[in-house]
Nanobody, 123 residues
Framework: VQLQASGGGLVQPGSSLRLSCAAS????????IGWFRQAPGKEREGIAC????????YYADSVKGRFTVSRDNNKNTYYLQINTLQPEDSAVYYC?????????????????WGEGTLVTVSS
């Protein structure tokens, strides 16, 4: 399994950004993709999850209403839409997979991790 997050960059407060996670190597569709972020000096934070087969989603309370996860099964790509970006959203964002269709944002329950993409929110 290989995962690669992309789409990060330097953005201004209040703007939006869509991160992508290219996924490959899965042998079936019984897995979930999680999104996480880690700011300097802080622990990795689970923020959202989407089940590959049924499309069920889950969000951490801290991001509900501003973050949206979605999928394009034809492209094996998952997305994290972030609206109204704030400086405290600055972090390296990662996608990861777990071999279960149930969603969780606990990092320890994820087995495969991709390289992160840096999001910096600053004016």
């Amino acid at each position: 399994v290989q995962l690669q997050a992309s789409g990060g960059g330097l953005v201004q407060p209040g703007s939006s950004l869509r991160l992508s996670c290219a996924a490959s190597g899965f042998t079936d569709d019984t897995y979930a993709i999680g999104w996480f972020r880690q700011a300097p000096g802080k622990e990795r934070e689970g923020i959202a999850c989407i089940s590959s087969s049924v499309g069920a989603t889950y969000y951490a309370d801290s991001v509900k209403g501003r973050f949206t996860v979605s999928r394009d099964n034809n492209k094996n790509t998952y997305y994290l839409q972030i609206n109204t970006l704030q400086p405290e959203d600055s972090a390296v964002y990662y996608c990861a997979s777990r071999p279960r269709i149930g969603c969780t944002v606990l990092p320890l329950l994820y087995e495969n991790w991709g390289e992160g993409t840096l999001v910096t929110v600053s004016s």
